[in-house]
Nanobody
Framework: QVQLVESGGGLVQAGGSLRLSCAAS????????MGWFRQAPGKEREFVAA????????YYADSVKGRITISRDNAKNTVYLQMNSLKPEDTAVYYC????????????????WGQGTQVTVSS
């Protein structure tokens, strides 16, 4: 069983930055793809970014390209989401996901989820 715990959310002004972290338990973390999704009130959960197990390939939603960077530290069992130039429309609960997903953009293909961390961007 894998447990994922997010941290780093909070309130930030538009144009500001936040760094989210997701700490994972389990010895097979380094073999999982890891991803971030977000869900705003009244909206479906949407893909933000993903990184494969080898750390060679990253994937981003068009809405965040150039502003958000996903990275991972397998030695620390942690994945990060560096968010810069934040906009009010980035406001959502951000969820960490892990597993052997073969379709990163589809939340149904991810096996493990964190509890989420709130990010609020004020205008």
């Amino acid at each position: 069983q894998v447990q994922l715990v997010e941290s780093g959310g909070g309130l930030v002004q538009a144009g500001g930055s936040l760094r989210l972290s997701c700490a994972a338990s389990g010895r097979t973390f380094s073999t999982y793809a890891m991803g971030w999704f977000r869900q705003a009130p009244g909206k479906e959960r949407e893909f933000v970014a993903a990184i494969n197990w080898s750390n060679l390939n990253t994937y981003y939603a068009d809405s965040v390209k150039g502003r958000i960077t996903i990275s991972r530290d397998n030695a620390k069992n942690t994945v990060y989401l560096q968010m810069n130039s934040l906009k009010p429309e980035d406001t959502a609960v951000y969820y960490c996901a892990g597993g052997y997903s073969e379709s990163y953009y589809d939340p149904a293909t991810w096996a493990y989820w964190g509890q989420g961390t709130q990010v609020t961007v004020s205008s």
